[in-house]
């Protein structure tokens, strides 16, 4: 994974997407400051992915992420996509207070986009261009 942040600092990239969990369903707070560190010394920002979604307390996972220096948040809001879990989503926006940015994703399309963002509140969000 190191090499691979160094590979995306060389090759001009802007960020780059990195999580990890223990198998308690925690932050892995040690591994993941090692890959923003990483991140950082190649010029890159960093996101934290959708493992999130599978980890066991999303508030103290929130902190951890902020305090690791992750410039985002990628989530679903612990839900099978950013729709059912617009609430959630909206809850981690307020709990990050501007610390970090909360950006939704996962089923994210033209059809839903204004509903999540309106129970949400988030101000990023990530789509794939998919057949609606």
């Known amino acids: ?17 990195v999580g990890a969990l223990k198998p308690d ?5 040690p591994l993941v400051g090692r890959l923003v560190a990483e991140a950082r010394k190649n010029g ?3 996101t934290f992915h959708r ?5 066991a307390r999303p508030m103290e996972a929130l902190e951890n992420i902020i305090g690791l220096g992750c410039d985002r948040l990628l989530t679903s809001g612990h839900a099978p996509d950013a729709f059912q879990g ?7 926006v307020r709990a990050a207070a501007g610390r970090i940015v909360i950006m939704a994703g996962c089923g ?4 839903n986009i204004a509903a999540i963002a309106a129970a949400s509140g988030a101000p990023e ?6 057949s609606v």
């Open 51 to 55: 493992a999130f979604d599978v980890c």
């Open 25 to 29: 369903g925690s932050v892995d707070v």
């Open 125 to 130: 969000f990530h789509s794939s261009r998919m």
């Open 44 to 46: 890159l920002s960093v």
């Open 1 to 17: 994974m190191l090499e691979s942040i160094r590979l995306c600092g060389r090759l001009g990239a802007n960020g780059v997407v």
């Open 108 to 111: 994210v399309r033209a059809g």
């Open 86 to 92: 617009r609430e959630m989503i909206g809850e981690l």
